[in-house]
């Protein structure tokens, strides 16, 4: 018998025999045979409706649920543009077995496609989900963050959270009773009248026909009796009774004190103005939480703190205690418990509690708090220490009672059981003399090698005994040893450490530090920078030596950059002294000659010391380095004339014009012949300067400006107009030549200068400003807010324009005007003044101050600012606040502003310096607005 193949053979499945036929089977359809069908097969006869053949059942019929269902949905909605319509093409035909089994299978399939793509759809879901809470979190998750820092928030803050506030409105809150106004005696009386029984007429009635009154029945007898007489003595009856209720039946004196009478019935109210509902309710839950947890001690802690607020002190210290009896391990409680008490209670609780925790610190200081001798709170310190000779904060706290021999002997003890406390060590180091402090400070550096406090205060050591050598090494090797032992070096941190350092006196220290840590973490090309930033730091904070170190090492590394030079030469020049600002000068120079500035803040320095030899002399060692400069030879002209010497001044100028020849040196040469009274030499050098430069406007200004002097109009108009074509951008020269006009009457003409400027110069204004004003001072009001107006849409960011535009609005609407002007131009000297001034004219003093002191502060260089500021404390101000303003304006030396310049620049005051401009500035100035 042939055996099958292992590979074909199941034997875990059953024989054929035992098996149910699969549908369709036919025994020998393969070999021919037909088969046959017997009674068994098909059962008793059945009717032609009954299904013939399980294995062929007669296909199922679709319930109709109406006569229309059977009809095509043919609506748009129901069409697709690749499947069609809707439904089933066969949904009208019979629906077998193998329909069912096709169904299986396909739900098989795409069960199976389904599962294939469910991680990567559910993948998508997931990333959208999370998007979407991205985007619209929930209120849980977008005060998570809040909710984890309530953590950090400490009980007393807890207690600190106010109470909601009452949502009812005021009538609510305050409900009030109705009010009853007793009855007047007098109204009584009128109307106890009015019911009487009159037997006789006065004249009025007789008058007026007898018994016609106004007033009806008048015969008519009263039925109520009103006896005022009874009714008073009624009242002081009642008087009476209440003053013997509150009175001594046995010396028949009051019992009740009339001046402590209101303060003991405010000390009967609870001091909790809360709900009492609400306290029920917390004195409820806090029980439940007690006896659900009873070793929970903040639990006993809130009962106890409830009760206390809400007046019952006793019974809050009751429960507390009883918490302690419960949580005798909770250092919270005990020292809860030895604050309620009172002072001798809270003594024997706290002895308990330091039996029962005898390891805790804060209850240690507890106890020695509670005391009130010195004796007695050394001896629970050192009871302390010697349950805890590891505590520093004991430690601490028991040095600070001694005297400083005993607090020396304490701190060596502490130093052997907290070798690790930097602070200890450095306290010892304090106490002892010089040769143990070193030893002290060498032995903490052995224990604690990665601290530099130590090495810091071992260097200031050295300071303060005169081994400034000593200092920079020391500085040395503990930025060596701090990184041999792995520890990284915290630029800014040594630098904060320097400053503290100079504060406390030690220089040599903070100078070392910033030589050793300046260069640390910064790259090469950033050094200068970087270091030129921190020196303005360390100058913000009053670290001028710190500040003086670092321009030190820059300027050794970086000896030819002037603008090291010249930042460390401002430095000395606002918090340094003249010694060591010609000190930083005269080195500059030596490094950097062909620098113009450092020579001249050289002579200045010199010249306003009073030493105008010394002046002259750098001055002559700068043109030895700049022969050609225009700045040192008019720097040296100034010098001269500044001293009365006129002539030496000419002869400058002229070697100026033949070696130096500028446009600048000419207009110079023409000022001081004009300054000098000398107005025909003035006028040939101005002919000669504005041929060789005629493209300068100020030498054009200047000759228009002689020429009205003298009177001479048509002149002046001719410079004005040569000078406009050759610098048709020159805004003074067209607002000299709108005056001009504008002087002589010639509106019109003025008109179309300005208007012939502003083609030519666009958005100036400066032009439209001066526009405004020639319409304003010709009384055209209308005109001059039109013309505001369209210089406002051409110049929306002008602030003198805004400034201007506040004052020319009524006095109602100035204040709405400045606020428009403050939005556009919120750091506008001018604007600022404006509001200043309209503060001034509202007579509101302090604002008026402020803002005069933002204005200044913002520009310190515009000196109509300093001018309305001076003549304000002239009115307003006392003599030291106008002192202090005028030292702040010579401070600042300004050299702009419209009516500065016209005060400063005019002739007369040529040789005028800024502390005498100042007043004729300010009187030049009208206070009204």
């Not at 007789?206 to 016609?212: R, S, W």
Request: hydrophobic residues 35%; contains cysteine; proline residues 4%.
């Amino acid at each position: 018998m042939a055996s099958h193949p292992g590979a074909l053979v199941n034997k875990k499945k059953k024989d054929f025999v035992n098996m149910p036929a699969p549908l369709g089977y036919v025994p020998g359809l393969g070999r021919g045979a037909t088969g046959f069908t017997t009674r068994s097969d098909i059962g008793p006869a059945r009717e032609a409706n009954d299904i013939s053949d399980d294995r062929h059942p007669i296909p199922k019929k679709k319930k109709k649920d109406d006569d229309d269902s059977d009809e095509e949905d043919l609506n748009e909605s129901n069409y697709d543009e690749f499947e069609g319509y809707g439904g089933s093409l066969f949904s009208s035909g019979p629906y077998d077995k193998d329909d069912e089994e096709a169904d299986e299978v396909y739900e098989a399939i795409d069960k199976r496609m389904d599962e294939k793509r469910k991680e990567r759809r559910e993948k998508r879901l997931q990333q959208e989900l999370e998007l979407y809470r991205q985007l619209r979190p929930k209120i849980q998750q977008q005060f998570s963050d809040l909710k984890r820092g309530l953590s950090d928030v400490t009980e007393d803050d807890w207690n600190s959270i106010p109470e909601v506030g009452d949502a009812r409105n005021k009538h609510q809150r305050n409900p009030k009773a109705d009010k009853i106004t007793p009855v007047p005696d007098s109204f009584l009386a009128k109307h106890a009248m009015t019911q009487e029984t009159v037997s006789a007429l006065d004249p009025l009635q007789q008058k007026f026909g007898g018994l016609q009154t106004p007033f009806g029945g008048g015969t008519t007898t009263s039925t109520g009796e009103y006896d005022l007489r009874k009714i008073g003595e009624a009242r002081n009856t009642l008087m009476d009774v209440k003053l013997n209720q509150v009175s001594d039946s046995v010396s028949g004196q009051t019992v009740v004190d009339p001046k402590g009478y209101l303060t003991d019935l405010q000390s009967m109210l609870p001091s909790y103005s809360g709900d009492v509902a609400d306290v029920k309710k917390a004195r409820l839950l806090l029980k439940s939480v007690r006896e659900t947890n009873p070793n929970h001690p903040p639990a006993w802690i809130a009962s106890a703190r409830l009760e206390e607020v809400t007046g019952k002190l006793q019974a809050a210290r009751n429960i507390i205690m009883k918490g302690c009896e419960t949580c005798p391990r909770s250092e919270e409680m005990w020292l809860e418990a030895a604050r309620l008490q009172p002072g001798d209670t809270a003594k024997a609780v706290i002895a308990q509690a330091v039996r029962q925790l005898p390891q805790s610190v804060r209850i240690w200081i507890r106890a020695a708090e509670l005391e009130s001798e010195t004796r007695t709170k050394r001896k629970v310190f050192r009871k302390a220490l010697e349950q805890l000779p590891n505590s520093v904060r004991l430690w601490k706290a028991a040095v600070e009672l001694e005297e400083p021999e005993d607090a020396r002997i304490l701190l060596s003890r502490s130093v052997e059981c907290c070798p690790t406390s930097v602070e200890l060590w450095l306290a010892l180091a304090k106490l002892e003399n010089y040769e143990n402090a070193r030893k002290v400070l060498n032995k903490a550096r052995e224990c604690i090698p990665t601290d530099r406090k130590i090495w810091i205060t071992a260097a200031k050591l050295e300071e303060a005994n005169s081994n400034n050598k000593n200092v920079t090494k020391i500085i040395d090797r503990a930025l060596t040893s701090l990184r041999a032992n792995m520890v990284e070096i915290n630029r800014e941190q040594w630098i904060q450490d320097a400053e503290e350092s100079e504060k406390a006196g030690s220089v040599a220290t903070a100078q070392a530090i910033i030589q050793a840590v300046i260069g640390v973490g910064i790259e090469d090309e950033d050094r200068d920078t970087t270091w030129i930033d921190d020196a303005d730091s360390c100058a913000g904070r009053g670290a001028y030596e710190c500040a003086r170190a670092i321009y030190a090492h820059s300027l050794a590394l970086f000896p030819s950059r002037k603008k090291i030079w010249l930042e460390a030469a401002y430095f000395e020049k606002n918090h340094g002294t003249r010694e060591t600002l010609e000190a930083v000068l005269q080195r500059a120079v030596a490094h950097c000659p062909k620098a113009e500035v450092l020579w001249l803040m050289g002579a200045k320095s010199k010249w306003m010391a009073g030493d105008v030899p010394a002046a002259r002399s750098i001055l002559s060692l700068a043109f030895q380095a700049n022969p050609n400069s225009e700045e040192i030879w008019l720097a040296a002209v100034k010098l001269e004339s500044e001293n009365n010497e006129d002539e030496r001044a000419r002869q400058l100028l002229a070697r100026a014009r033949s070696n130096a020849s500028t446009a600048r040196v000419w207009m110079k040469s023409v000022k001081l012949e004009w300054q000098l009274g000398n107005i025909t030499r003035a006028k040939e050098l101005l002919e000669k300067g504005v041929k060789e430069y005629s493209d300068f406007a100020k030498l054009w200004m200047m000759k228009g400006q002689l020429a009205d002097q003298e009177g001479n109009r048509e002149d002046a108009r001719k410079a004005y107009q040569f000078g406009l074509k050759k610098c048709s951008n020159a805004v003074p020269l067209w607002l000299l030549a709108a005056r001009l006009e504008e002087k002589v009457g010639n509106l019109t003409k003025a008109r179309a200068i300005l208007e012939k400027a502003r083609l030519s110069i666009q958005q100036c204004p400066e032009l439209w400003l001066e526009a405004v004003r020639v319409e304003d001072r010709a009384g055209n009001k209308n005109i001059a807010k039109s013309t505001m107006a369209r210089a406002m849409q051409e110049c929306p960011n002008a602030g003198i324009l805004w400034a201007e535009s506040i004052f020319m609005e009524s006095r109602p609407q100035r204040k709405t005007r400045s606020v428009d002007a403050l939005k556009r131009c919120e750091h506008d000297p001018h604007v600022l003044l404006a509001v200043s001034k309209l503060f001034w004219s509202e007579r509101k003093i302090n604002k008026a101050r402020e803002w005069f002191t933002r204005a200044v502060k913002i520009e310190p260089d515009l000196g109509d600012s300093w001018a309305f500021f001076y003549r304000f404390e002239l009115q307003f101000g006392s003599e030291e606040q106008q002192e202090a303003v005028q030292k702040r304006c010579i401070q600042a030396e300004p050299r702009h502003g419209e009516v500065w310049c016209s005060v400063s620049k005019n002739i007369s005051n040529w040789r005028k310096k800024t502390d005498e401009l100042l007043p004729l500035v300010a009187g030049e100035l009208s206070a009204v607005f």
